[in-house]
Each structure stands twice: as structure tokens, then as C-alpha cells.
């Protein structure tokens, strides 16, 4: 099967966005890639492939930027949100085990629709996810919120059943 790729145009930088050919989950990209791992389904290109554009291009000026939040302006969706991250409901502060380490749920700014797409940084856009919801969203980019929740809580249900997070609840009681 062949990779699909749409070419997008990020003001005067070239992106891609590459799409598995079985289940159709998309990743950005730097450069096409000739091999894929997707990991949402686990399918696997070995071969090398040349990648099939799919002739998508968007022009946006060059002087729009990615945005940030104010610390004001992040307090007031953390408060808004009720401590919790967006995407999983789970409370920020709360301490897991990774990685043979011992961390906390960080809120970190998150679009809601990714910028360079919308390329809107107007508070509506944002939310407060915590630092691993953004890390297992990644480059990912989904149609709607309910599809980002359910790559989010798949990513969380196979984290935790293999063990690779422990929250402080299971840290202590196998002491």
C-alpha cells in the first residue's frame, strides 16, 4: 500500500501530513517519510516507497505565528477546567511513575484545533492538557475532539496496563 501525503504550506515552510493506508491516522511531518509506523494500528511500511501527494496546498502569510498564553490567561482556563486536563479528566498535581522516575500531571497550553490549520490563537482556541495528554496527542491531528479523547484514553488504558505509568496510589500500596 502506498503512504498518502498532503503537502501543506505553514507560511513559508513546507509540512506534511502523511496518512497510514490502514486506518487513515495522520501524522505531520518535517519531511515525507518512505516508511511508517503508525501507532495507532500498528501497521508497518518496510518497504521503501515513493510518497503519493495528495495536492492539498495551503498558503498562509509568513508573519503568523504559534501564540502563547499569558500566565493570567492559563490560571484562567486551569480554573475554568477545575485543575483537570482537557482531554483525560485527570487532576493536575496528580503523581505517577515513569521511566523509573517520579513526576506530576503538568498543565501545558494546548490549541484545541491545531494552529496550523486554524492558525487562530484566540483563548477559545486553547485548553489546559496535561503534560502526557500533549505528549500522546503528539503530531497527531484528529476531526474532532472526541477522536482526540479516544487516542488519548486508548494511549492512557495501554500505558497503564503495562505498566509503564504507576499513579502514587499503586506506587504506595505495593510498598
Same mark, same amino acid.
Given at each position: 500500500?502506498?503512504?498518502?501525503?498532503?503537502?501543506?504550506? @505553514?507560511? &513559508?515552510?513546507?509540512?506534511?501530513?502523511?496518512?497510514?493506508?490502514?486506518?487513515?491516522? %495522520?501524522?505531520?511531518?518535517?519531511k515525507?517519510?518512505?516508511?511508517?509506523?503508525?501507532?495507532?494500528?500498528? @501497521?508497518? &511500511?518496510?518497504?521503501?516507497?515513493?510518497?503519493?501527494?495528495?495536492?492539498?496546498? $495551503?498558503?498562509?502569510?509568513?508573519?503568523?505565528?504559534?501564540?502563547?498564553?499569558?500566565?493570567?490567561?492559563?490560571?484562567?482556563? $486551569?480554573?475554568?477546567?477545575?485543575?483537570?486536563?482537557?482531554?483525560?479528566?485527570?487532576?493536575?498535581?496528580?503523581?505517577? @511513575?515513569?521511566?523509573?522516575? $517520579?513526576?506530576?500531571?503538568?498543565?501545558?497550553?494546548?490549541?484545541?484545533?491545531?494552529? $496550523?490549520?486554524?492558525?487562530?490563537?484566540?483563548?477559545?482556541?486553547?485548553?489546559?492538557?496535561?503534560?502526557?495528554?500533549?505528549?500522546?496527542? &503528539? &503530531?497527531?491531528?484528529? %476531526?474532532?475532539?472526541?477522536?482526540?479523547?479516544?487516542?488519548?484514553?486508548?494511549?492512557?488504558?495501554?500505558?497503564?496496563?503495562?505498566?509503564?505509568?504507576?499513579?502514587s496510589?499503586?506506587?504506595l500500596?505495593?510498598?
Amino acid at each position: 500500500m502506498d503512504i498518502a501525503y498532503k503537502k501543506l504550506w @505553514y507560511g &513559508s515552510v513546507v509540512v506534511y501530513q502523511c496518512f497510514c493506508p490502514e486506518c487513515n491516522e %495522520s501524522y505531520l511531518e518535517k519531511k515525507p517519510l518512505v516508511k511508517l509506523y503508525c501507532e495507532n494500528c500498528g @501497521y508497518n &511500511s518496510q518497504e521503501e516507497k515513493r510518497p503519493k501527494f495528495k495536492g492539498m496546498k $495551503i498558503v498562509v502569510p509568513a508573519i503568523k505565528t504559534k501564540g502563547k498564553l499569558s500566565k493570567k490567561e492559563r490560571l484562567k482556563l $486551569i480554573e475554568k477546567q477545575g485543575n483537570l486536563c482537557y482531554w483525560c479528566g485527570r487532576p493536575f498535581g496528580m503523581v505517577y @511513575y515513569r521511566k523509573n522516575r $517520579i513526576y506530576e500531571l503538568k498543565p501545558h497550553a494546548d490549541h484545541k484545533v491545531p494552529f $496550523i490549520y486554524c492558525y487562530g490563537n484566540e483563548i477559545e482556541n486553547f485548553v489546559m492538557a496535561c503534560n502526557l495528554c500533549n505528549l500522546f496527542k &503528539s &503530531s497527531k491531528v484528529f %476531526s474532532d475532539e472526541v477522536q482526540v479523547r479516544d487516542c488519548v484514553n486508548d494511549r492512557w488504558e495501554q500505558e497503564t496496563r503495562n505498566g509503564t505509568i504507576i499513579f502514587s496510589q499503586g506506587i504506595l500500596g505495593a510498598v
